[in-house]
């Protein structure tokens, strides 16, 4: 069983930066497969990025590539998404997610989420 708890978001003007923090509870941290998600309402959940357990590989949705990076602390049980240069359009709840194995972008695929965290970016 894995708990997952984000913060670190908030309103930001447009071209700033936020950084999320996912913390995981749970022994095996390090098997996870980590992502984030977003979401707006009346839309479906949104893949943003993911990066595998031991933190090798990462892959990143067309839309956010170049402007946030995801990384990860094994030792701290926490990932961190860093989001520059944002945009109004990136304007969501963020969550992240754990599955064991490889990364997906399918968030069906994910067995283990937090509460979300909200990000609005005003323009």
């Known amino acids: 069983q894995v708990q997952l708890v984000e913060s670190g978001g908030g309103l930001v003007q447009a071209g700033g930066s936020l950084r999320l923090s996912c913390a995981a509870s749970g022994r095996t941290f390090s098997i996870y497969t980590m992502g984030w998600f977003r979401q707006v309402p009346g839309n479906e959940r949104e893949f943003v990025c993911a990066?595998?357990?031991?933190?090798?590989?990462?892959d990143y949705a067309d839309s956010v590539k170049g402007r946030f990076t995801i990384s990860r602390d094994n030792a701290k049980k926490t990932v961190y998404l860093q989001m520059n240069s944002l945009r109004p359009e990136d304007t969501a709840v963020y969550y992240c997610a754990a599955r064991p194995g490889g990364w997906s972008v399918n968030p069906g695929m994910y067995y283990y989420w937090g509460q979300g965290t909200q990000v609005t970016v005003s323009s």
């Open positions: 990066i595998t357990g031991t933190g090798d590989s990462t």
